[in-house]
């Protein structure tokens, strides 16, 4: 099961306000972990490797120059390379050793706290070939579909139900076919200017005619409007990548194949949680 990385603060003593403010602010998307450096450095962060949690990063608060605080510091290293760490306290000669530091006291932490930390958490979500950056991460893995026999008519109830604006199209050995798009249905339901005129002309008229081929193509079958060369994109694919896709295309959802079977559905929903949800 997917877990949420780690904040680990780190202090000589228990910070409990420190630790509510870093819990206020990154509840979404992360767990507070809190140790003493009073603590053994080793048994503190092997139940972590055992474990196999994720460390975002590591807080070092005041009085980090307790005889264990470089021990501490060198084994969050070597344990985690790839974690980020952070120094808050009155001296920061020792920022080198440190990705950042808040200089004295970390409050007001919406002017001195949570912008570093929010920085630093940025960079170790980009370093990170995490699950979420990747289509197989973040797709819908349900994904509304209809078999390439069924009619207009049942694939407009299905469109009715789900509320979405796209079907994913499966033949009987539930291969991926392609796309059945709610535009493409309401554009063959639209008459085009000689049917109006041979109607007589008026609006009127052409509702009515829009209601009459709408019927009339109620039990044809879909496939001639499923689009067989959609656009789609791998699961490994970067959510970068199909972003950018879904932007200079005017899309909002793509499949998701591999080696001819659906897998799911990325939106651009599903996008906006991943990249902006989890900062």
């Known amino acids: 099961m997917h877990r949420e990385p780690l ?10 306000a420190l630790e509510a403010a870093l819990r206020l602010r990154y509840i979404e998307g992360y767990r507070i972990a809190a140790a003493t450096l009073e603590a ?33 510091l060198e084994l969050c290293r070597a344990l985690y390379p790839d974690s980020r760490k952070v120094l808050i306290s009155d001296d ?29 958490l940025a960079e170790w979500r980009a370093s990170m070939d995490t699950p979420f950056v990747r289509a197989k991460g ?11 026999g069924d009619s207009l008519h ?13 079907l994913m199209v499966i033949d009987e050995d539930n291969e991926f076919v392609g796309v ?49 060369t959609p656009l789609v994109v791998d699961p490994d694919d970067h959510v970068a990548k199909i ?4 932007l200079e295309k005017n899309i909002h959802r793509l499949p998701v194949v591999k080696d001819g079977r659906l897998l799911g559905t990325v939106g651009r929903a599903d996008i906006c949680q991943a990249v902006v949800g989890t900062l």
């Open 7 to 16: 904040i680990v603060l780190v202090s000589s003593s228990t910070d409990t």
């Open 243 to 246: 972003a950018a896709l879904m």
């Open 92 to 120: 920061a000669d020792s920022l080198a050793k440190f990705d950042d530091a808040v200089v004295g006291s970390w409050a007001p932490a919406e002017k001195k706290l949570y912008p570093v930390v929010d920085e630093l």
């Open 40 to 72: 053994d450095p080793v048994g503190t962060l092997r139940p972590f490797r055992e474990q196999g949690e994720q460390i975002a990063l590591f807080v070092f608060a005041q009085n980090a120059d307790s005889p264990n605080a470089a021990i501490f």
């Open 138 to 148: 973040i797709m819908t893995v349900r994904a509304v579909c209809i078999r390439l």
């Open 180 to 228: 059945l798009s709610v535009g493409d249905v309401l554009r063959a339901s639209m008459p085009d200017i000689e049917e109006i005129t041979g109607e007589g002309g008026t609006l009127e008229q052409a509702f009515r005619l829009f209601m009459r081929k709408g019927r009339e193509l109620m039990y044809k079958p879909i496939e001639p409007l499923v689009i067989r």
């Open 154 to 166: 049942r694939a407009a109830e299905i469109i009715a139900l789900s509320g979405v604006g796209d």
